[in-house]
């Protein structure tokens, strides 16, 4: 078993084993919220409400779809959706829902495409939206196909980032939306060529926690979606968006339905809980980014 093999063997039993947990402390939206930085009271978990947390998410994906101009209007709006990394298929069900249009998911994890699947036909949704085991980096998928392509949390995942973004192109109808939101490091200054050591030994913590290959920055995926052609590129760091979601995920761990239902999921999910305080020092200083990324296929 190569590299990439034991790494996405990872990612697939992670997410088998963590999945139940997150659904049943955080719902079926497995992603940052989107929080109003005006708002103090958002700013300390402690006063803040699951709900809260839960509506945040929710504001994420509205956020995403308003940055990158998606359209209400029926004529204009996507009607085929791919969700690249879809978890439990919330992101599929919400936008299927929203725009009245068919949706497929795919994951490395065979326990978390089979719950989407339970969960879309419990929500009659079971002719809407679709989930499978898929590889982001071989997508199951002919080329040109969506008027959408997703990819929420997943990118930091994959080991090719070339790769990944080429068939997030690939996938894409003529005229299609790209939306990528992922993890990144800070972009370099002139004239570093690197991340310093003490920055490096932090992320790589973070790596063997969560699976995760090298890390790129924003404007490494800005370089490889112009490379493409790919038109209307558009970037923002939402850093200050989300920073009150890792205090609430670690919150959470420490009731007693979270710190019971942690010590019963496995190891992996432990070893991944134990190094949430390093996402937020990353966050602090300035070098872990939340990023997104959109851009648009070229009709032509």
Not at 27 to 38: A, C, K, L, S
Not at 44 to 67: G, Y
Not at 141 to 152: I, K, R
Request: proline content about 5%; glycine content about 6%; hydrophobic content about 40%.
């Amino acid at each position: 078993m190569n590299s990439e093999e034991r790494l996405k063997k990872g990612i697939a039993e992670l997410y088998d084993e963590s999945s139940g947990l997150w659904e049943d402390l955080w719902g079926d939206h497995m992603h940052h919220g989107f929080y109003d930085v005006n708002n103090k009271d958002t700013n300390n978990s402690k006063v803040s409400l699951p709900s809260d947390h839960r509506s945040a998410q929710i504001r994420m994906i509205e956020e995403a779809l308003r940055f990158a101009g998606i359209s209400d209007d029926p004529i204009k709006r996507p009607k085929s959706i791919v969700d690249v990394g879809c978890g439990i298929g919330g992101s599929s069900r919400y936008l299927s829902r929203k725009y009245d249009a068919h949706c497929q998911g795919i994951t490395l994890s065979p326990v978390q495409a089979q719950r989407a699947e339970a969960l879309a036909s419990a929500q009659g949704l079971a002719d809407k939206v679709s989930f499978q085991v898929g590889d982001a980096l071989n997508q199951p998928f002919p080329d040109a196909q969506f008027d959408l392509v997703w990819s929420m949390e997943s990118g930091e995942h994959m080991p090719n980032k070339s790769k990944f973004v080429n068939e997030l192109a690939r996938v894409a109808a003529p005229g299609a939306t790209i939306i990528l939101v992922t993890w990144c490091h800070r972009d370099l200054s002139s004239p570093e060529e690197s991340l310093r050591p003490k920055e490096r030994n932090l992320l790589k913590k973070i790596c063997d926690a969560y699976y995760l290959p090298e890390w790129c920055s924003t404007s490494d995926y800005v370089k490889l979606l112009e490379s493409l052609n790919l038109e209307d590129i558009k970037a923002a760091d939402w850093s200050d968006y989300v920073a009150p979601f890792w205090p609430a995920v670690i919150s959470s761990a420490f009731t007693w339905k979270g710190f019971t239902s942690l010590l019963r999921s496995g190891w992996k999910t432990i070893k991944g809980a134990l190094v949430m305080p390093l996402m937020i020092r990353g966050y602090k200083m300035g070098l872990i980014k939340f990023a997104i990324i959109t851009c648009r296929k070229p009709l032509t």
